[in-house]
């Protein structure tokens, strides 16, 4: 607590040698002092032998001290002289507001800009406590993500407000794996897709939900795009019925460039890792393999239409709802 003797400095209050009796303007200078809310003043008179003093607040020596706002008065006998009184009021201004901050998210490893805050006279300082106030106004490091504190305060004729906290988040563009493909069991109403929930994210999926998480009912790819003020990232995942037989081939093909069923190739349903597509003639001779489910046999046989009839078609591929491999083999009629 702070001690301001106020007439010593002659600014509040005069001090007078003269013979002549006192009068209101010779004792109290001011009629509103305004004092700072964490600090004690000490009113003091001249101490004057011709003079006795009378104050408000039951005192009669030259000077007393205050803690309080309000008015206060003293009456002033000198001799041969008439009573005389003075009052003064007094303002403890203990309800200085702190400055206006707003709390900043910043990016990684991009270039920072000094805090900001709204008052008069700013002091910026490292801790909630710490002496060593700056006018000038930091700017946060960006080397490293996480959290810093920091504290900044307004001084109003003299007095310096309570200090404001400012909290400044340094963070990284958003990334997400929604894992494996995945398979929704059978009797399951579906599977719920989902990421970990980053801060100051927004996510949105195909299908137009907003949500960090989904809930898968069908097959097919489920895209989730994550974004953030410094940056986005996608990511999806292929979704399985349990009933979907991940590779089915037809029993018949009409390879006459009519676009319907013009290759012999399987459907596929499902992720697949390893793939072996193998057709035989009814002679047990290989006229067709391929390692791509996307291409098939044209029913061509060395550079010829083959013969309408049966063939023989031999398939491993890696399975992705029984996770393990398979053997697929049966026959298939091209008809022209």
Excluded at 232 to 242: A, F, G, I, K, P
Aim: contains cysteine; charged residues 15%; proline residues 7%.
């Amino acid at each position: 607590m702070k001690c301001i003797p106020i007439a010593l400095a002659l600014i509040l209050f005069g001090i007078t040698t003269r013979a002549q009796c006192p009068s209101p303007s010779d004792i109290i200078l001011k009629d509103t002092i305004i004092i700072c809310g964490d600090t004690t003043l000490i009113l003091t008179l001249p101490n004057d032998p011709n003079r006795s003093y009378s104050w408000s607040t039951g005192e009669s020596t030259p000077d007393i001290k205050i803690g309080h706002s309000g008015k206060y008065w003293v009456t002033v006998n000198a001799t041969g002289c008439s009573e005389v009184t003075d009052t003064v009021t007094i303002i403890f201004n203990s309800l200085l507001q702190q400055p206006g901050v707003k709390d900043e998210v910043i990016c990684f490893n991009q270039p920072a800009t000094p805090l900001k805050a709204s008052g008069e006279n700013l002091s910026w300082y490292t801790s909630p406590t710490n002496p060593g106030g700056s006018p000038n106004a930091p700017v946060p490091s960006t080397a490293d993500t996480g959290t810093t504190y920091y504290y900044v305060s307004q001084t109003i004729a003299g007095c310096e407000s309570p200090r404001a906290k400012l909290t400044v988040e340094v963070i990284k563009k958003p990334l997400l794996d929604l894992g494996e493909d995945i398979l929704i069991p059978c009797g399951a109403k579906g599977v719920v897709l989902q990421t970990v929930e980053q801060k100051y994210t927004d996510y949105l999926w195909q299908d137009g939900s907003s949500a960090p998480e989904l809930l898968a009912t069908e097959s097919g790819i489920y895209i989730l795009k994550a974004h953030n003020i410094c940056g986005s990232h996608t990511d999806s995942v292929q979704v399985v019925l349990c009933n979907t037989h991940c590779v089915r081939f037809p029993t018949a093909f009409t390879p006459n460039q009519d676009g319907l069923n013009d290759s012999f190739r399987p459907g596929v349903f499902c992720p697949v890792n390893t793939y072996q597509f193998t057709v035989f003639d009814r002679y047990g001779r290989k006229i067709f393999e391929s390692s791509d489910p996307a291409k098939g046999w044209d029913g061509s046989l060395q550079g010829k239409k083959a013969p309408s009839g049966s063939y023989v078609y031999y398939c491993v591929y890696y399975d992705f709802m029984l996770k393990r491999e398979l053997v697929l083999k049966g026959s298939v009629t091209l008809i022209r």
